[in-house]
């Protein structure tokens, strides 16, 4: 028998026909807006990842800007540092063996020795420092750069580097900067996970025009102390000055009577002018102090381990002469002669009676004896010469880097050497080992 369907049925299962329809709906629709939030979460991740690595590309790029920049600018300071530092060290870069130097300070004179470098090694030496001081500027730039992320490599200017200065006049070279490296300059950072940016520059020769007053101020130097000796000319004027050049001492016994020379010239130096060695040293220093150089300012330093001097006496010893005393004589009366001083009366007649002391006097005399020595002072000196730019002049200050402190200070440009000279002879050079500059 055919079952029949009531209504009820017919209507309850015709809802729950609507209802998983519904459901179906509802989850196509979950899924198709999920799909959508996926979707657009992916595009927006990419459009993300490809703004970050459009900014790390600038930002890389940005960085070779700066460097080359940077590097280009670094020619005319490591010129600067280059020239402060071989005029320090008296024109050398490297200062030879046979060149003696104190505190890297060498000796262009020692006596009539002369030791001073010529144009071609301070030229040379000039580019050396100025390469080796550009080579350092690029590494402190990594250096910073690495900190951000950034890896900058430039190329190793001191090894496979070359610089070339052209003296132009009145002060001005060209000072060119070649790249004679395999490497050349390159920015690089890593971008995890979306992989490596680098940017190349194939580029990396420098070239600039500077202001330097190195050459001038060594020539000067050169014409003053090497030309002449003037070191030597103050000593001599400042011995001939001396206040105890001639010494006198009178007694009433000679004291001296026999002895040499040399010893009655050491007793009455002793006695006049015990401190004869530091007055020579302060006539030495106001003699120096009057050395001039044209548009340069000039200064000596030295001590009184610095000076070595001695001299030669000549004496006049136990010299005999006579002296009026203020006591009156008046020698006695006898009949019609007088007695003569000295005898005692004797050989006058018994009745001699002295007379009365007449109105005059007749003064008594004395012998006394006097020690008179002339000396011949004589000196070396071991100083050291500062030949500066003339204050408040163009190109007296530059613009010096400090690796310690971090800071560039204005400093201003200095020549120095040493100069060993006098008259004496037995003074040698004080010498210490001077190692290379050391700039990174």
């Known amino acids: 028998m055919k079952k029949s369907i009531s209504k009820f049925e017919k209507t309850s299962f015709g809802k729950k026909g609507i209802g998983v329809a519904i459901t179906v709906v509802i989850i196509a629709a979950s899924l198709i807006f999920e799909a959508f939030l996926v979707a657009n979460m992916v595009a927006n991740t990419n459009v993300a990842r490809r703004t970050a690595r459009e900014t790390a590309s600038i930002e890389t790029i940005n960085a070779m800007d700066f460097l080359k920049r940077s590097m280009q600018e670094a020619v005319r300071h490591s010129?600067?540092?280059?020239?402060?530092?071989?005029?320090?060290?008296?024109?050398?870069?490297?200062?030879?063996?046979d060149v003696s130097s104190l505190s890297c300070k060498p000796y262009w004179r020692k006596y009539s020795e002369t030791l001073e470098p010529d144009e071609s090694v301070i030229q040379h030496g000039l580019e050396n420092a100025t390469r080796d001081v550009f080579n350092c500027y690029g590494k402190t730039y990594s250096t910073a750069y690495s900190?951000?992320?950034?890896?900058?490599?430039?190329?190793?200017?001191?090894?496979?580097?070359?610089?070339?200065?052209?003296?132009?006049?009145n002060?001005?070279?060209?000072?060119?900067?070649?790249?004679?490296?395999?490497?050349?300059?390159?920015?690089?950072?890593?971008?995890?996970?979306?992989?490596?940016?680098?940017?190349?520059?194939?580029?990396?020769?420098?070239?600039?025009?500077?202001?330097?007053?190195?050459?001038?101020?060594?020539?000067?130097?050169?014409?003053?102390?090497?030309?002449?000796?003037?070191?030597?000319?103050?000593?001599?004027?400042?011995?001939?000055?001396?206040?105890?050049?001639?010494?006198?001492?009178?007694?009433?016994?000679?004291?001296?009577?026999?002895?040499?020379?040399?010893?009655?010239?050491?007793?009455?130096?002793?006695?006049?002018?015990?401190?004869?060695?530091?007055?020579l040293e302060n006539s030495i220093d106001v003699e120096l102090a009057k050395i001039k150089i044209k548009d340069a300012d000039v200064s000596f330093s030295f001590s009184s381990d610095d000076l070595n001097a001695n001299y030669k006496a000549i004496c006049t010893i136990c010299e005999p002469f006579e002296e009026e005393t203020d006591e009156c004589i008046s020698p006695p009366e006898?009949?019609?002669?007088?007695?003569?001083?000295?005898?005692?009366?004797?050989?006058?007649?018994?009745?001699?009676?002295?007379?009365?002391?007449?109105?005059?006097?007749?003064?008594?005399?004395?012998?006394?004896?006097r020690t008179a020595c002339s000396y011949d002072?004589?000196?070396?000196?071991?100083?050291?010469?500062?030949?500066?730019?003339?204050?408040?002049?163009?190109?007296?200050?530059?613009?010096?880097?400090?690796?310690?402190?971090?800071?560039?200070?204005w400093k201003r440009l200095a020549l120095r050497f040493r100069i060993l000279d006098g008259n004496l002879g037995t003074l040698n050079a004080k010498t210490d080992s001077c190692t290379e500059i050391n700039y990174c």
């Open 171 to 279: 002060n001005k070279f060209d000072i060119s900067i070649k790249n004679d490296c395999d490497r050349r300059f390159e920015v690089s950072r890593d971008l995890d996970p979306t992989g490596h940016i680098s940017v190349k520059e194939s580029n990396a020769n420098f070239e600039d025009e500077v202001k330097l007053n190195t050459f001038e101020l060594i020539e000067k130097a050169k014409s003053k102390f090497i030309g002449s000796r003037s070191i030597l000319n103050a000593i001599q004027s400042a011995t001939s000055g001396m206040g105890c050049r001639n010494l006198v001492v009178e007694e009433l016994g000679c004291s001296y009577e026999g002895m040499e020379d040399v010893e009655a010239g050491d007793a009455l130096i002793a006695l006049k002018c015990s401190d004869w060695k530091s007055k």
């Open 79 to 97: 010129a600067y540092k280059a020239s402060y530092d071989i005029l320090s060290r008296g024109g050398y870069y490297s200062i030879p063996d």
């Open 334 to 369: 006898c009949g019609n002669g007088i007695c003569e001083e000295g005898e005692n009366n004797l050989g006058c007649p018994d009745d001699c009676a002295p007379m009365e002391e007449p109105e005059s006097c007749i003064k008594k005399t004395i012998t006394k004896y």
């Open 377 to 409: 002072f004589k000196a070396d000196v071991n100083v050291e010469v500062a030949v500066r730019t003339k204050e408040k002049t163009e190109g007296t200050y530059y613009p010096i880097y400090n690796s310690k402190s971090g800071n560039v200070e």
């Open 147 to 169: 900190k951000t992320g950034i890896l900058i490599d430039t190329p190793p200017y001191s090894t496979c580097g070359s610089v070339e200065i052209t003296n132009k006049g």
